[in-house]
Structures are given as structure tokens and as C-alpha cells.
């Protein structure tokens, strides 16, 4: 039983036992509604059950809280900044390796003397790694625990990125870049780990900022290459990327496990004891009571995400991620390309180009070049804010709808031919947009999938940006150079759809409790309607 404790009117909170959520915007043809039980209603079944009532007895009945309970009840202090820091320093890690790929292709380029297609092949082969090990990762944190799989993958991606400084021949490069792209596929669930020890009120925002430090990593990585590249070349660069990932693990052995997952396996006094710590960190007491059962053994099967309740869901969230990263990783391709061409085209009687260049000829990134590059990733930040005011005011679906369509509208220019100016600017504006919305799919997919398949379904969703991030370098790094309009034209379509797939999407989670299984679920598009006479009280809908 879950207990929602947000009134729009706090006289009713005596008038009734029963609190309705609604799921959807209110005034929409799908309104799903969770019914819970309030603290009183569970106290008087625990009382039935043990045999007593409200009249007699001298045994007080049994009270019994959730880990939803605690959360709110403890609040958010000392303990979640803690575990926002450790979080985040594998999110710094996920993202330097990340910013790495659209530096090291152009010095590769020239310094071993690749053609275009090879150099996206680099790239692409860290994405394939990341859409196999992302479902792998997500099935090892729904099993075993978040902390193991995210340990695990964070050990994994330092130990084949430090052997990629090494690395003697492209071959070995593609192979160990592969194994780095299917380490780092397990950084996403920190965001599910984080997601779980937030209060509702909290939540939103906290995994917003979390953002930040994506943001941190990738400017920390052009900084790192201004000063890097010029003297110590590429294979000092991509050893010293590892460097957030092996403070992460020196630090790991605070990292607690989600309570979440322990009551869901059965670990109930492992989930309070980290209840109470966090309690302890946070100077604040624990509910009265004891802290109720929801043990499940099927947690992490991959068919739970295709069952009516969860069904289009799914299918919309895996093209929504798709066009996320196939448009967040696209921007940044086009910024080092378009930056090595000093403007974006040149008109000729087909259309606009990039100008044509041997597929061997090469143009090292200069100083001017990654401080451009750094001004663009910049962009991360004013997106973030933006996209932080407008996450809890206008509702999870709405905010990634208005940063699909806003990359969409200043990718347009774009098909005009810009100098080095205008282009900077347009490249940060459009940045900063699906940046944002990137990271409200990340406070999205958590909050929308039950606690027994979370991490899965965090796990697919990545897996299907992995695929977008697999195909835009051959447009971003090879179709560019037949045609601008035709490249820029696949990213504006593809966010214009995703914009329209993020409010088809059944259910927004403003506000929403985080639910423990399919069972606190109904199926998408079900109509429940509360009457009072059902609820012998007035229900009321979340704020």
C-alpha cells in the first residue's frame, strides 16, 4: 500500500480513506487513477487481521509504513546530496567518454590517415556497444541491485579505456572502443538508483540537476583537450577521461543499495537500515511503525514491459530516446564539422555542401576550434535551467514536446549558408534544447516504470538511443558531405515526431508516487472513475 499525502484540500484529509492519483492531465480521455489506502485504512486491516477493532482490546494494532512513507517523512537533506555527488561523478565519467568521440575522430582522421567512413565506424562502434550492454546492465540492476551493476560497469569502462591508450592499430581501436561503449551503457542507472532514495516533491529537480554534472563532464572534456592535445597528443587524452570513473570507485564503498530494491527482493532489514541511516544524515526521524512487505520474484523480465499497462509506453519512450540521442549526439558531430569547415555551406546548382574535400585530406582541430567547441557545450547549462522552471510547472510530456519542437525551429537556419558567428550561436541554442529535453526523459522513464522492472526498462530505452547514436555519424559525418539540407532535414523530422510522440505518451508523472509493481498499475487508456459513494468520501486529484 502506498499513501499519497498531497491535498488540494486539507479538510478532507479526515473525510475519507482514500486518495485518487490521476496519471494523466486532467481534462484528457485517459485518465489512469491509482487507489491507495490511507495510514488509518492500514491500520484498521492490520487490526481486523490480528483480531482486533476499534472498540476493544488492549493490544494496539500493528502500523505499517512504505519506503514512499519514509522518503517523504525523512525528506531530502545531507544523505541525498551525498548521493548526488557519487552519482554524478559516473554521469561526469558516461559524459567525458561521451565528448571524447567527437574529438578523437577528427586527429585520427589525420593522424592515421582515415577516410570519412572509418572515422564514423569509431564512433558507431561505441554505440553498438552501448545497445548491447544497455538491456544487459539494466537486467543485472533489476536482479542483483543497482549498486553491483553500476559498480560493475563503471570498473568495466575505466579498465578498456585506459587499454584504449594503448591501442596500436585501428582494428584493436574498434574492438576496445566496442567493450568501453558496453561498460559505460550501465551509467543510466545512477539516475535509477538516485531516483529511488528522492522524495516525490524532490524528484523532478534532483535528477534535473543530475544534469548538471552530464553537462560538467563534457565541458571538463573540451578543457582537458584544449590543454592535452597540442602537446601530449590523443592517448593522454583518452587515459586521463578514465579519471572520474576511478574516483567513482574509490568512493563506491559508501554507496548504499536502493531500499526500493531490497524490500522488493526481501531484504527488509537491509532497506531499513538504510532508512535509518538516511534518516541519521538527514537529522530527521523515521515513521512509526513497521515497514511493510512487497517482496517479488519476477523482477527484471523483459515481458513485463509489453504488458497492457506498460505497451505503448514502451514503444513511444524507445522512439523518443532513439530521436534524443539521435539528435543530441548529431549536434555535436555537426559542431566539429561545421567548425572545420568555418561555415556551414556552399550553394551549388544541386544543393548546399560541405565543401568537398579528399577523403583522406584532413584539417586538425585548432585552439580556436575547441574553444568554440567549449562555448557550444556551454549551451548544456542555460537548457538545463530552462527546462528545470518548466519540468514541474508544465508536466514531464509537455517539457520534452517544447524541446523537440525549439531544436527543431533553430536547426532551420541552418540550411542558409552562416559564418562562423551566427552558426556558433544557433548550434548553442538548439544544443541546450535537446540537452534538456535529453535529461527530462531521464526523469521520465524512471518515475513511469515500476520499481520490479525500472532499471529494464531505463536499460531498453538507453538501448534504443544507442541506435540513434549508431546511425547519426554516417549522417552527420558522411551524408553532410552530399548535402547539408538533406542531413539537417533527418534530424528536424525525427524531433518533430518525437515532439508529438512525448504528448501521445498515456501517462504524465508529475507528482506521481514512484509504483512498486505492475499490480499498482491499470492498463494505459482504462477509464476509472472514482465516485464518492465508491470511496465513501470526496476524492480529490494530486496537485
Same mark, same amino acid.
Given at each position: 500500500m502506498i499513501a499519497y499525502k498531497r491535498w488540494r484540500n486539507p479538510e478532507l484529509r479526515a473525510e475519507t480513506n482514500f486518495v485518487v492519483q490521476n496519471d494523466e492531465n486532467q481534462g484528457t480521455d485517459n485518465e489512469i487513477c491509482t487507489i491507495t489506502s490511507r495510514p488509518e485504512s492500514r491500520r484498521r486491516e492490520s487490526a481486523s487481521s490480528s483480531g482486533f477493532n476499534n472498540t476493544g482490546g488492549d493490544s494496539e494494532p500493528e502500523v505499517t509504513f512504505t519506503v514512499d512513507d519514509a522518503l517523504e517523512a525523512i525528506g531530502f537533506g545531507k544523505f541525498q546530496w551525498k548521493i548526488s555527488l557519487l552519482?554524478?561523478?559516473?554521469?561526469?565519467?558516461?559524459?567525458?567518454?561521451?565528448?571524447?568521440?567527437?574529438?578523437?575522430?577528427?586527429?585520427?582522421?589525420?593522424?592515421?590517415?582515415?577516410?570519412?567512413?572509418?572515422?564514423?565506424?569509431?564512433?558507431?562502434?561505441?554505440?553498438?556497444?552501448?545497445?548491447?550492454?544497455?538491456?544487459?546492465?539494466?537486467?543485472?540492476?533489476?536482479?542483483?541491485?543497482?549498486?553491483?551493476?553500476?559498480?560493475?560497469?563503471?570498473?568495466?569502462?575505466?579498465?578498456?579505456?585506459?587499454?584504449?591508450?594503448?591501442? #596500436?592499430?585501428?582494428?584493436?581501436?574498434?574492438?576496445?572502443?566496442?567493450?568501453?561503449?558496453f561498460g559505460i551503457a550501465g551509467a543510466p542507472q545512477s539516475v535509477t538508483l538516485y531516483s529511488e532514495f528522492l522524495p516525490v516533491k524532490a524528484r523532478g529537480i534532483c535528477i534535473m540537476l543530475i544534469g548538471m554534472f552530464w553537462a560538467l563532464g563534457a565541458m571538463f572534456e573540451v578543457l582537458l583537450a584544449l590543454l592535452i592535445m597540442p602537446t601530449l597528443g590523443w592517448r593522454w587524452l583518452v587515459g586521463l577521461s578514465t579519471l572520474p570513473m576511478a574516483l567513482f570507485i574509490c568512493l563506491c564503498y559508501w554507496l548504499p543499495e536502493s531500499p526500493r530494491f531490497n524490500v522488493l527482493s526481501g531484504n527488509k532489514e537491509k532497506a531499513l537500515a538504510t532508512l535509518a541511516q538516511i534518516a541519521k544524515d538527514n537529522g530527521t526521524a523515521m515513521p512509526q511503525g513497521t515497514l511493510a512487505d512487497h517482496t517479488q520474484s519476477g523482477r527484471g523480465r523483459f515481458k513485463d514491459l509489453f504488458t497492457p499497462q506498460y505497451l505503448r509506453t514502451t514503444l513511444l519512450l524507445w522512439f523518443i530516446w532513439f530521436a534524443n540521442a539521435f539528435s543530441y549526439y548529431g549536434i555535436i558531430l555537426l559542431t566539429t564539422e561545421f567548425f572545420q569547415a568555418g561555415h556551414t555551406c556552399v550553394e551549388t546548382q !544541386?544543393?548546399?555542401?560541405?565543401? /568537398?574535400?579528399?577523403?583522406?585530406?584532413?584539417?586538425?582541430?585548432?585552439?580556436?576550434?575547441?574553444?568554440?567547441?567549449?562555448?557550444?557545450?556551454?549551451?548544456?547549462?542555460?537548457?538545463?535551467?530552462?527546462?528545470?522552471?518548466?519540468?514541474?510547472?508544465?508536466?514531464?510530456?509537455?517539457?520534452?514536446?517544447?524541446?523537440?519542437?525549439?531544436?527543431?525551429?533553430?536547426?532551420? #537556419?541552418?540550411?542558409?549558408? *552562416?559564418?562562423? *558567428?551566427?552558426?556558433?550561436?544557433?548550434?548553442?541554442?538548439?544544443?541546450?534544447?535537446?540537452?534538456?529535453?535529453?535529461?527530462?526523459?531521464?526523469?521520465?522513464? #524512471?518515475?513511469?516504470? #515500476?520499481? !520490479?522492472?525500472?532499471?529494464?526498462?531505463?536499460?531498453?530505452?538507453?538501448?534504443?538511443?544507442?541506435?540513434?547514436?549508431?546511425?547519426? /555519424?554516417?549522417?552527420?559525418q558522411v551524408m553532410l558531405r552530399t548535402s547539408v539540407r538533406l542531413a539537417l532535414s533527418l534530424y528536424c523530422v525525427f524531433c518533430l515526431l518525437a515532439g508529438v510522440a512525448s504528448l501521445f505518451l498515456p501517462i504524465e508523472t508529475l507528482g506521481r508516487v514512484l509504483q512498486e509493481s505492475n499490480l499498482d498499475q491499470v492498463p494505459e487508456g482504462e477509464q476509472t472513475t472514482a465516485t464518492t459513494s465508491q470511496l465513501n468520501g470526496t476524492t480529490q486529484h494530486l496537485e
Open positions: 552519482t554524478g561523478l559516473s554521469w561526469i565519467g558516461d559524459s567525458m567518454e561521451m565528448m571524447l568521440l567527437s574529438i578523437l575522430g577528427p586527429q585520427l582522421h589525420c593522424e592515421w590517415k582515415l577516410p570519412s567512413f572509418m572515422v564514423a565506424i569509431i564512433t558507431s562502434v561505441v554505440f553498438s556497444g552501448m545497445g548491447i550492454g544497455s538491456p544487459v546492465w539494466g537486467n543485472i540492476a533489476d536482479k542483483y541491485g543497482r549498486k553491483i551493476s553500476l559498480i560493475l560497469c563503471m570498473v568495466w569502462t575505466m579498465y578498456f579505456g585506459l587499454l584504449t591508450a594503448f591501442t #596500436p592499430v585501428y582494428g584493436w581501436l574498434l574492438f576496445l572502443r566496442a567493450l568501453v561503449g !544541386e544543393a548546399a555542401v560541405i565543401e /568537398p574535400r579528399c577523403g583522406l585530406e584532413c584539417k586538425y582541430l585548432t585552439s580556436a576550434d575547441y574553444k568554440d567547441l567549449l562555448w557550444t557545450t556551454l549551451a548544456e547549462f542555460p537548457g538545463l535551467l530552462v527546462i528545470l522552471l518548466a519540468i514541474d510547472h508544465i508536466g514531464r510530456k509537455k517539457s520534452m514536446a517544447l524541446c523537440f519542437f525549439m531544436f527543431s525551429l533553430f536547426i532551420l #537556419p541552418l540550411y542558409a549558408c *552562416l559564418d562562423r *558567428l551566427p552558426l556558433t550561436i544557433l548550434i548553442f541554442i538548439a544544443r541546450a534544447f535537446i540537452s534538456g529535453g535529453y535529461q527530462v526523459a531521464f526523469v521520465y522513464t #524512471p518515475e513511469v516504470y #515500476p520499481t !520490479e522492472n525500472r532499471a529494464l526498462g531505463v536499460g531498453t530505452c538507453s538501448a534504443m538511443a544507442r541506435v540513434g547514436a549508431l546511425i547519426t /555519424p554516417f549522417v552527420a
